[in-house]
């Protein structure tokens, strides 16, 4: 759907194309200003639906105001709050990030350059991960999303962002023998003493902020963020950070008003039950204005769409929309409403079943109050005054002759109020879809441990379309994350990354080629969203393991993996020894493949021809170098080498064959003619040569031009 500013829309009342800057200002306030109307029933109900989460579960609006307080307690009345709501929510909230989803790139092709490219996409996603903080994020957008339904992402290249990053200046034209300038083999031109030229520094890198449904302001007609022709975020901010981030602008301060700074300033300071927490404060933030970011969508007006910053009547920034032609908002839901473009949260399905369950709780504690102290009778004339018995215990009391003093038992609740318990137990495991183990209907006879954890497995995939949709926005969002570096890096970056260890940091260089040749396909690496439980899990995959199925089950590389399946925890540090041997063993083929760092010696099989290998030594781990290098000599790579390089690596792999099976090692072949006479008296014959690249590396050699 396009934006046509020609054609009159229904929702509001613009005829034509803004023309000027201050046309399109007025055309952003207006558009926020007859969108409150309609969003301050939606930020009344999210406030709500907080308050009721948070704890403060007596609350009511006002006629006419619609604002939300706290009445007062004018009778005594009990009034408690035994708050399940909260419970509820962060068990939701704890199922949906507890597998940690991990995107990953797919490969344009089979071919392994593709593999090796999309790996490295995979590793970019991981540190713009690490370095976001995506998994607090990622926390917090779900809490949003359960309390009011609805959250969004923000990703964005800002160019204050990242560390400076030194720009050289590259040749331009046809690289021959004959040059005017020096050059390396990137063609980046070098001074006199062989250093790249520098010309300037850049910066600039992606971010991720998390947009609350209170800060949207949505067309009144779209279901989806790309049906929209254009939709604004407004966010609060100090003037001294506007006018640091756009010097030319000279914001001043401004007085917001609308229902969602009123009831945003009320969450930011909610206390306990104190009532004058939710009703309007006199006090105003003088030094912050609110900046409005339009998205336009791409139209005939605006071919590449349309991004503008606005503050407090002035206009901070016009650009495009980023190169991918999408507004930048990824939006998730917790319960999805047919035909509206705002979620429903948990926590609103849950206010009737709470507040019932507290005027339960209150009535049976006003009943225990007024009953639960001892009640006497006694009969007329008895001579026991009214002050005389005051329930103290050390009472004196005399009594006339023929009377006597007998204890009032109080009537018990009836039945179908102390029921109400049970239904509304049953009422919150209805709206919220979780039981809790020891409630779960089991079938008679059946004591299995595996029964109940089969029907905890059957409440989470009642969270499948939530965590579907979930997911899919991490797709996006990571989609879009390689598409704001494929527009904004120019330019070789370093970048590292951590694993679950400090010791474990890998360090991967992107260039712009490796960015521009990525397939933009994002996925993420657990496909089971109806995941079973964890101990169901676990007991599959060690039965898996019994069977053989995942491989040799003496092998490193199995047993770590299985250890991973299992969640076992710091599996790195198990397997050190392990890791630096694949790392080393990826290096090596990395040498293979690029022809770099090899060595000239002469083949063993072959006489005067000469191979170009990298050595082979006792102490490596030679059955996880030998799975390492024969991935590479399966794939259309190894075909790809020359035959110097490809008969270096088959003979890298037979020293390692050798260090594994020393008994096996084939001896030297022998001369023409039959074998050699024996040894002139007896004895033991010579052990067989050593096998060639064993021991110390040989000494470097300047390699020769090699044709590919």
């Known amino acids: 759907m396009a934006i046509d500013f020609n054609t009159a829309q229904a929702h509001t009342n613009e005829t034509k194309k803004p023309e000027t800057e201050g046309e399109l200002i007025a055309l952003v306030q207006k558009r926020c200003k007859d969108a409150e109307s309609v969003l301050q029933d939606f930020h009344r109900q999210w406030f709500l639906n907080i308050c009721m989460r948070r704890g403060i579960q007596y609350v009511q609006t006002q006629q006419g105001t619609g604002?939300?307080?706290?009445?007062?307690?004018?009778?005594?009345?009990?009034?408690?709050?035994?708050?399940?709501?909260?419970?509820?929510?962060?068990?939701?909230?704890?199922?949906?990030?507890?597998?940690?989803?991990?995107?990953?790139?797919?490969?344009?092709?089979?071919?392994?350059?593709?593999?090796?490219?999309?790996?490295?996409?995979?590793?970019?996603?991981?540190?713009?991960?690490?370095?976001?903080?995506?998994?607090?994020?990622?926390?917090?957008?779900?809490?949003?999303?359960?309390?009011?339904?609805?959250?969004?992402?923000?990703?964005?290249?800002?160019?204050?962002?990242?560390?400076?990053?030194?720009?050289?200046?590259?040749?331009?034209?046809?690289?021959?023998?004959?040059?005017?300038?020096?050059?390396?083999?990137?063609?980046?031109?070098?001074?006199?003493?062989?250093?790249?030229?520098?010309?300037?520094?850049?910066?600039?890198?992606?971010?991720?902020?998390?947009?609350?449904?209170?800060?949207?302001?949505?067309?009144?007609?779209?279901?989806?963020?790309?049906?929209?022709?254009?939709?604004?975020?407004?966010?609060?901010?100090?003037?001294?950070?506007?006018?640091?981030?756009?010097?030319?602008?000279?914001?001043?301060?401004?007085?917001?008003?609308?229902?969602?700074?009123?009831?945003?300033q009320r969450l930011m300071s909610m206390v306990g039950g104190n009532q004058s927490k939710l009703m309007p404060d006199t006090n105003t933030q003088d030094e912050q204005a609110i900046v409005r970011m339009l998205f336009v969508s791409k139209c005939p007006d605006y071919p590449d769409g349309l991004t503008a910053y606005v503050a407090n009547g002035k206009m901070l920034e016009m650009k495009t929309l980023p190169a991918h032609g999408k507004i930048p908002l990824i939006r998730i839901t917790d319960i999805e409403v047919s035909g509206a473009f705002w979620g429903v949260g948990t926590m609103e399905n849950m206010i009737p079943a709470q507040k019932g369950y507290n005027r339960l709780w209150s009535q049976v504690l006003e009943n225990g109050n007024n009953l639960g102290n001892i009640k006497a009778w006694t009969t007329k004339n008895s001579g026991i005054l009214e002050t005389a018995y005051n329930d103290s215990g050390c009472e004196v009391l005399e009594l006339e002759p023929g009377h006597s003093l007998n204890q009032l038992q109080p009537a018990s609740l009836p039945a179908h109020v102390t029921g109400q318990f049970e239904w509304y137990n049953g009422a919150f495991e209805d709206v919220t879809g979780m039981h809790e183990v020891s409630n779960a209907k089991v079938p008679a006879g059946v004591k299995s441990g595996k029964a109940i954890l089969a029907l905890q497995e059957q409440d989470d995939t009642r969270l499948?379309?939530?965590?579907?949709?979930?997911?899919?926005?991490?797709?996006?969002?990571?989609?879009?994350?390689?598409?704001?570096?494929?527009?904004?890096?120019?330019?070789?970056?370093?970048?590292?990354?951590?694993?679950?260890?400090?010791?474990?940091?890998?360090?991967?260089?992107?260039?712009?080629?490796?960015?521009?040749?990525?397939?933009?396909?994002?996925?993420?690496?657990?496909?089971?969203?109806?995941a079973a439980h964890k101990r169901i899990q676990q007991e599959q995959v060690l039965d898996m393991y019994e069977k053989g199925l995942f491989g040799d089950q003496q092998s490193p590389d199995v047993r770590k993996k299985v250890l991973q399946l299992l969640e076992f925890g710091n599996v790195s540090e198990l397997f050190d020894d392990v890791n630096l041997d694949e790392s080393m063993a990826r290096k090596e083929n990395e040498q293979f493949i690029n022809s770099e760092g090899l060595v000239e010696i002469e083949s063993p099989t072959e006489p005067g021809k000469m191979v170009f290998s990298v050595p082979a030594y006792e102490f490596e781990d030679q059955e996880i170098h030998l799975q390492t290098h024969n991935k590479l000599r399966k794939s259309p790579r190894y075909r790809q080498m020359s035959e110097a390089v490809r008969k270096g690596l088959d003979l890298h792999c037979k020293v390692h064959e050798n260090f594994l099976n020393p008994n096996q090692a084939a001896p030297a072949e022998p001369p023409p003619g039959g074998p050699p006479p024996p040894v002139v008296g007896g004895g033991v014959p010579p052990p067989p040569p050593t096998p060639v690249g064993a021991g110390s590396p040989p000494p470097p050699v300047p390699l020769p031009p090699m044709a590919k």
């Open 464 to 530: 499948a379309p939530t965590k579907i949709r979930y997911y899919r926005a991490l797709e996006e969002l990571g989609l879009q994350i390689l598409q704001l570096y494929e527009e904004n890096q120019n330019e070789q970056r370093t970048y590292r990354i951590t694993g679950d260890t400090f010791s474990e940091i890998e360090e991967f260089d992107i260039t712009e080629s490796d960015i521009a040749s990525l397939n933009k396909d994002v996925r993420i690496q657990s496909e089971n969203i109806i």
């Open 67 to 264: 604002q939300i307080y706290v009445p007062e307690n004018d009778d005594n009345t009990v009034r408690i709050s035994i708050n399940r709501m909260v419970g509820a929510y962060q068990t939701r909230q704890a199922k949906l990030v507890k597998d940690t989803p991990e995107l990953f790139v797919v490969p344009a092709t089979s071919q392994e350059e593709d593999k090796d490219v999309a790996r490295k996409g995979s590793k970019l996603l991981r540190w713009v991960w690490q370095n976001c903080h995506m998994i607090d994020k990622n926390m917090t957008a779900i809490g949003w999303a359960i309390d009011v339904g609805t959250c969004f992402y923000h990703p964005y290249w800002n160019p204050d962002s990242g560390i400076d990053i030194p720009i050289f200046k590259k040749y331009e034209g046809e690289i021959t023998e004959n040059m005017p300038v020096k050059v390396d083999e990137e063609g980046y031109e070098l001074d006199a003493e062989g250093q790249r030229i520098q010309e300037g520094l850049t910066t600039g890198d992606v971010e991720i902020d998390l947009v609350n449904a209170f800060d949207v302001v949505n067309d009144g007609i779209s279901t989806t963020v790309e049906d929209h022709d254009m939709i604004i975020v407004q966010k609060a901010m100090t003037v001294k950070r506007i006018n640091e981030r756009w010097p030319k602008a000279n914001v001043t301060a401004e007085k917001d008003i609308s229902t969602r700074v009123y009831y945003q």
